[in-house]
């Protein structure tokens, strides 16, 4: 498929080809800025602390020569309208969960997460030793952008409910918010799934337009202040084990840049997941303590549950698999995986069951 083609002949390539200018590369005595729009209002914890993390790197690392101009949704396109905008030129660059654009190819789901995907580790250790990226970037060259990974917030949890899940049968019907693959999975079980922006949710769950919802984790859902409006929490989730982000660069903007200013944003992007990892799980303990404090039960899902989600799972994997290039990447992932599992499992993952028996912790 010749994305750049479609976008100029289509409507929305129509306008945004009108509105190009908007977010033209600004120059001044040597300087540039990149416009760059994301899913995630300001002042959103961790996901937009990973954006504003990336603008300040990449400010410092090329002392003022390279710097981001942020856009909130609503402030030059909607949240979920970043992935067009960036593909047609009206903005320079994106922050954002490529999973929310698998209706673009099924393929960008393996740069957030998958179902029964990777921890935060082992997707770094396929992106960057692998192939993921040259995969990210072959993905990107059909819609004219350059792939970067710049931030994971870990393994995300289960999601909010109003009540608890006994059985898979529980899902049926439910109006719950999951985007991705996952997605996919839970409307396999009988949900009905949405896929609503974050700055939008409090208000969905309150409302009664959902009845549940996945998110973050305990950092970012308690300053969403989700454990006002539902009280069961299941902490462990099958979706996203390990939630890589995205700062892609439309791929001519990105070829207009010198080399240096191209390592600034793939150094930046990559000091940007490690910072935001570490900011996640450092916080993630207390805040969980914190939402208990306010009466919020904490759960894990049976197995019979996990059960039905392992066997939906596979089907919507399956589903995708006559894409040869969804059906390279998930092959790539799925050895990169087995890869580092046949070590972690043996030491860290190990060592960790002997710490929690020995110490407690």
Request: proline fraction near 2%.
């Amino acid at each position: 498929m010749d994305r750049r083609s479609f976008l100029k002949t289509s409507a929305l390539g129509g306008t945004a080809a009108a509105a190009s200018t908007l977010a033209a590369p600004v120059y001044a005595q040597g300087k540039r800025t990149l416009t760059m729009v994301q899913s995630w209002p300001r002042g959103f914890a961790v996901l937009d602390d990973a954006a504003t993390y990336l603008q300040n790197m990449v400010a410092e690392m090329s002392d003022g020569a390279l710097t981001i101009d942020k856009k909130a949704p609503g402030e030059l396109v909607g949240a979920l309208e970043v992935f067009d905008a960036v593909s047609s030129g009206q903005a320079d660059m994106y922050h954002s969960a490529d999973y929310y654009f698998i209706g673009q190819h099924p393929g960008y789901a393996y740069f957030t997460a998958v179902p029964f995907g990777g921890t935060a580790q082992e997707v770094t250790n396929w992106y960057y030793h692998g192939g993921g990226e040259q995969l990210h970037d072959k993905l990107g060259e059909i819609f004219n952008m350059k792939g970067l990974l710049a931030g994971n917030s870990g393994s995300q949890s289960g999601g909010w409910f109003r009540k608890e899940i006994n059985s898979a049968a529980d899902f049926n019907g439910l109006k719950f918010r999951m985007p991705g693959l996952g997605g996919k999975v839970l409307g396999k079980l009988g949900a009905s799934v949405q896929n609503i922006p974050g700055g939008e949710l409090y208000q969905a769950l309150s409302s009664g337009a959902l009845d549940g919802l996945e998110w973050v984790g305990p950092m970012a859902d308690e300053r969403a202040g989700f454990q006002e409006v539902a009280k069961v929490y299941y902490t462990a989730g099958f979706h996203e084990p390990g939630s890589a982000l995205s700062a892609n660069v439309n791929l001519d903007v990105w070829n207009e840049l010198s080399a240096q200013h191209q390592a600034i944003l793939r150094y930046a992007s990559m000091a940007t997941t490690h910072y935001q990892l570490a900011e996640t799980l450092a916080n993630n303990g207390a805040a969980l303590a914190r939402l208990q404090a306010q009466g919020v039960k904490t759960l894990q899902f049976s197995d019979d549950v996990w059960d039905a989600f392992g066997k939906a799972s596979a089907e919507v994997m399956d589903e995708n698999m006559g894409d040869d290039l969804f059906a390279e990447i998930r092959t790539s992932f799925e050895a990169s995986l087995a890869n580092s599992a046949s070590w972690i499992n043996k030491s860290d993952g190990y060592y960790v069951q002997q710490r929690v028996r020995v110490l407690g912790q």
